[in-house]
């Protein structure tokens, strides 16, 4: 029986996603004929944050994965984007981060302890706990705001889009 690994459910499938936003956010700006404003300062409701935001979030906890997991060295980004162009660039330099990450950093990180600091305190994992109970919910939940916010500006995305099939 083969077993995957803990690059294996998280890494593989964060590139694939990176590549999957990439294309999400240019058929938004496609559908806007190049006007960038109206997305960039979408949220589902006031006290929401914009899709420069959910980009963002979705680049972190990529690369907060390997660097908490595969104890890599973290590549700093500093949440400044503003334009398309700018949130591509990030997306780029995320999928060139984790495409750089040997997929033997993760081996035996399954029980190990991965602390996550954050403005509340410390938050205690296992590695395994940590990709199956943060990291790989959190990429998701703001790779479906994105979807969502494209949705709801009237960017013609369907599930199919979100899938990578398209």
Known sequence: MSTLSLYQVSIVPFITEL?????????????????ESTLLKSCLI????????????ISDTAKGCAVRVGKVESVAMADDETSFAELQERIAKTIKFLEDVDPKCMDGMEDKEVIMATRRGDNKFTGLSYVNTFAIPNFYFHMCMVYALLRKEGVPVGKLDYLGQT
């Open 46 to 57: 006031e006290d929401m944050r914009p899709l420069p935001y959910q980009v963002q979030r």
């Open 19 to 35: 590549k999957v936003l990439s294309k999400l956010l240019q058929k938004g700006l496609d559908h806007f004929n190049g006007d």
